[in-house]
């Protein structure tokens, strides 16, 4: 792997193209990363779907996708705020906690804007004057304040994704980067925080004895997993990865998590909120599926 260029796209990926959540985000990280992939190889598509009020999802395919034996994938939106750890495979479970999340932050973020409204009106001089700074920071306050509100209601406060999902994104990109193999495909999906939804549109086009294997938070620093039947058991105890056959047999999970017999695979908040990226299941993931 190229240490200066990993660099570059962990900087730009971590900082610049962070949030993933809105169409407008979306957008502008696809054009970076399309921009990144083009300077590798040209065999590069954006496939739209699920068109709804001029916003739509979009997976990235890098390669023949419907002729491909291997496809590697991942997906890149930002997940919105949820209480607890990330379950990976419990998405009941996940909608729950992300749900009231968002309904008690928006409840104290309405309350908040309620008094702070309620104190203006008892101590704010009796006349008005449109053209003076009073009414200048009272519209910019309300201003931001129906911005946060607006971020809030989508869970999209204090988002820190650096595990969950950009570590797996560039796991990714260093994969394509070093890919010797004509039969493998790569894709970029969306809607991953919510459901399947992109990994159904990608099933869809490619054939159906193509092996998948999937990338969730390889970057946490959590014993590396993989949960699926298609690795060579000789490699992943050379590589010290953990193997639990199956579960979701018709993809193949590389994730790093913790587990416990009664919850399952999950991250806990600290990992989810971590500064730094393990290298270390990122360059074990590379050297897996390479």
């Known amino acids: 792997m190229q240490k200066d260029r990993f660099n570059d796209w ?4 971590r900082y610049i193209y962070r949030s993933r959540l809105s169409d407008r985000s979306k957008k502008r990280f696809l054009n970076a990363l399309v921009t990144d992939i083009s300077q590798i190889r040209k065999d590069i598509r954006v496939i739209e779907y699920d068109l709804k009020h001029k916003a739509a999802s979009r997976n990235v395919y890098i390669g023949d996708i419907a002729q491909a034996d291997r496809i590697i994938c ?8 949820h209480f607890g750890a990330y379950h990976f495979f419990d998405r009941k479970a996940q909608g729950r906690q992300t749900m009231n999340f968002i309904l008690v932050s928006s409840f104290i973020t309405i309350g908040i804007g309620a008094v702070a409204t309620w104190f203006y009106s008892q101590f704010a001089a009796d006349g008005f004057v449109l053209f003076s700074w009073q009414t200048f920071f009272l519209v910019l306050a309300f201003g931001s304040y129906f911005l946060l509100l607006g971020k809030v209601v989508k869970g999209a406060v204090f988002q820190k994704n650096l595990t969950r999902n950009t570590s797996s994104v560039l796991a990714l990109l260093a994969l394509i980067s070093e890919n010797e193999r004509q039969n ?3 894709a970029f999906l969306d809607e991953g925080s919510y459901g399947e939804r992109g990994l159904e549109v990608l099933r869809d086009s490619a054939k159906r004895k193509a092996t998948i294997y999937y990338l969730d938070s390889v970057g946490a620093k959590a014993p590396l997993h993989v949960v699926g039947t298609e690795f060579d058991r000789k490699q992943l105890a050379r590589l010290g990865i953990l193997q639990e056959e199956g579960i979701h047999a018709t993809i193949n999970y590389v994730i790093s998590g913790n587990k416990e017999s009664t919850e399952g695979y999950y991250l806990p908040k600290q990992l989810l909120r971590q500064k730094d990226i393990n290298m270390e299941n990122v360059n074990k993931t590379i050297a897996l599926l390479q």
């Not at 962990?10 to 990926?13: A, G, K, S």
């Open 74 to 81: 991942t997906y890149y939106d930002t997940p919105p705020q």
């Open 184 to 186: 493998t495909a790569f």
């Open 10 to 13: 962990l900087f730009r990926y």
